[in-house]
């Protein structure tokens, strides 16, 4: 199976670059965020402490939680119910960052996107993707952008969607959580010594898309 790894912190554009490439090649997406999103979300629900591992046992073990494609789209289902849209919140970013920072989420996640990838060609995005879920991934890629820029990109999606949330509110989450991400003891952020780096902080989504497909293309010339 191929399977192509794009690691990074929030906002730089990875589900988008991720989502439109996996199209083009026929592989299946995955965006792992949107697990830990989900169990955010139910932590949540539960008004239990998504930073008590206790916590986070107790809520999981009693959900059901499934990756479904419809279309070339993932959707995410909470005991059945699709929570796709409902986990895109502030709240829900800081919940998901949160509850990952724990070894028992991580490893209660860690099979399920394991076994996605050794069963399909996929592309899938995250944050411990080229370093802890597939290590073998023969593509990696490691996207950035500079923190204001990406805190601009997901303002704009925000205020797209009806939200009322301010700029400066926006950017002071995005650095809390890249600290957090980076620096948790377990499967932090970082790049993987073999992954290529794209900084997007000066390109568009247009440029994004073509510079990082245009690294794909090479790369599986040597895979394929
Ligand atoms: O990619 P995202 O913004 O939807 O991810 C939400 C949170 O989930 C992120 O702040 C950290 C966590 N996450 C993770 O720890 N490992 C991953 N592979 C993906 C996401």
Redesign the pocket.
Same mark, same amino acid.
């Given at each position: 199976m191929i399977n192509i790894a794009i690691d990074g912190p929030?906002g730089a554009g990875?589900?988008t670059v991720a989502k439109i490439l996996a199209k083009y090649l026929g592989y299946i997406y995955v #965006?792992?965020?949107?697990l830990?999103?989900t169990l955010g979300l139910a932590i949540d629900r539960a008004g239990r402490c998504p930073d008590s591992e206790e916590d986070a046992k107790k809520v999981c073990q009693n959900v059901t939680l499934e990756l479904k494609y419809v279309g070339d789209s993932q959707k995410v289902f909470l005991d059945g119910e699709d929570v796709s849209e409902l986990i895109r919140t502030p709240r829900i970013?800081n919940y998901?960052?949160r509850c990952?920072a724990l070894p028992w989420v991580?490893e209660f996640l860690l099979e399920t996107q394991r076994s996605i990838a050794s069963k399909n060609h996929v592309i899938m995005?995250?944050? #411990?993707?080229g370093t802890v879920?597939i290590p073998e991934a023969q593509i990696k890629i490691y996207l950035h952008a500079d923190v204001e820029v990406r805190a601009h990109r997901r303002y704009l999606e925000l205020k797209e969607k009806g939200s009322d949330v301010t700029y400066e509110s926006v950017l002071e989450e995005m650095k809390e959580?890249d600290i957090?991400?980076s620096t948790r003891e377990i499967?932090p952020?970082k790049r993987a010594d073999d992954a290529i780096d794209v900084d997007t902080t000066k390109l568009d989504l247009e440029q994004s898309i073509k510079l990082i497909t245009g690294i794909v293309e090479e790369r599986l010339k040597y895979v394929l």
């Open positions: 929030g990875k589900s #965006d792992t965020g949107a830990y999103r970013s998901a960052s990952s991580r995005d995250g944050r #411990d993707i879920v959580r957090r991400d499967a952020l």
